[in-house]
T-cell receptor, first 111, second 111 residues
């Protein structure tokens, strides 16, 4: 595997389900990010981890819960989501505060 | 005022022409500037980054930064139909991991 990988690539879930998104970076970077991309809106930064510590946390509903067990892995735990949470969720990594590299994204649909 | 502004387009240029994409930002403390290309249904792909005032060239791409005017641009020379995509401008505030994205400019290169 190279670059940044994300699984699953597509996810359909009901409002009462619990699911997790996984991201893994193979670039040796020390910072990882979660973004949300909705139609006609700019990428929204959700969470940032640097050296496994959360350093940025925008106003994200508590139904989204991040986890960064080590510098290569990042998870986004989802529970009791709303239909408006349907979007493309992108993971990215960077070395320090340099350029970011994105994974392919998870297309999430909440029914 | 939006933090990072881009004209949504579409910007249509004939094949072989120069495409000029513009971005303005509001935070004078911004330190790093990035251009990404995003094809429909795909994730953003880094094209260039620029940190200092002036021009930076990489192949057919030139990034231009003017911090006094809070303006960054991307020039694509010899535009090809394969350059047709949405181009995202991103700005990072000094001392943070906060990357702010514009909504993107859709470029159409006509064969």
């Amino acid at each position: 595997e190279t670059g940044v990988t994300q699984t699953p690539r597509h996810l359909v879930m009901g409002m009462t389900n619990k699911k997790s998104l996984k991201c893994e970076q193979h670039l040796g970077h020390n910072a990882m990010y979660w973004y949300k991309q909705s139609a006609k809106k700019p990428l929204e930064l959700m969470f940032v981890y640097s050296l496994e510590e959360r350093v940025e946390n925008n106003s994200v509903p508590s139904r989204f819960s991040p986890e960064c067990p080590n510098s290569s892995h990042l998870f986004l735990h989802l529970h009791t989501l709303q239909p408006e949470d349907s979007a493309l969720y992108l993971c990215a990594s960077s070395q320090e505060r340099n350029e970011q590299f994105f994974g392919p994204g998870t297309r999430l649909t909440v029914l | 005022q939006k933090e990072v502004e881009q004209n949504s387009g579409p910007l249509s240029v004939p094949e072989g022409a120069i495409a000029s994409l513009n971005c303005t930002y509001s935070d004078r403390g911004s330190q790093s500037f990035f251009w990404y290309r995003q094809y429909s249904g795909k994730s953003p792909e880094l094209i260039m980054f620029i940190y200092s005032n002036g021009d930076k060239e990489d192949g057919r791409f030139t990034a231009q930064l003017n911090k006094a005017s809070q303006y960054v641009s991307l020039l694509i020379r010899d535009s090809q139909p394969s350059d047709s995509a949405t181009y995202l401008c991103a700005v990072r505030t000094s001392g943070t991991y906060k990357y702010i994205f514009g909504t993107g400019t859709r470029l159409k290169v006509l064969a």
